[in-house]
């Protein structure tokens, strides 16, 4: 089974332990990619600032967003990643602790896939990683990639 690339963007260093941990209980084949902020998840994905020289043929397969980050806001981050050809076919989930009236709407209208809550109880973020895997993972048919 091909292992695939999630890229969690989550500025909070223990949501992002507990996202590791979460998707390492799935059992899934896949590989988290963990940045901290906005700008580092562009970085990341157009292969620029410390992500320079990565193959940028290797794009992930699902993207966590976070909408509450420093530098660049995962709004922004969502905006750029569906207005660019390259990556505008990427699955983007919003997985954040933001429950603000319009706030999902906002989201989807901004190009979000899906948008999660995170748990707060450990055992129900497991299954919720689990479920997520399984969907976007192995479930979903991947459009294919954009010519570079």
């Known amino acids: 089974m091909k292992e695939h690339t999630i890229l969690v963007v989550d500025d909070n260093p223990g949501d992002a332990m507990l996202t590791e941990r979460a998707f390492r209980k799935s059992s899934i084949a896949s590989t ?3 940045v901290h902020d906005g700008q580092e998840a562009l970085d990341y994905l157009w292969g620029k600032g410390n992500h320079a020289g990565r193959d940028l043929r290797d794009m992930p397969a699902l ?3 976070d909408i509450n ?3 660049v806001s995962g709004h922004d981050v969502l905006r750029r990643i569906r207005s660019d ?3 505008r076919r990427l699955p983007v989930v919003m997985l954040t602790s933001s ?3 319009g706030e999902v709407g906002r989201c989807y209208d901004a190009g979000a896939n899906s948008y999660i809550q995170k748990p ?3 055992k129900r973020f497991v299954e919720v990683a689990h479920e997520l895997s399984t969907y976007w993972l192995t479930i979903n048919e991947s459009p294919p990639a954009i010519d570079r």
């Open 32 to 34: 988290l990619m963990i």
């Open 63 to 65: 993207i966590l967003l």
């Open 69 to 71: 980050l420093p530098r």
């Open 85 to 87: 050809p390259r990556t």
């Open 99 to 101: 429950c603000e009236d």
């Open 120 to 122: 707060i109880d450990f």
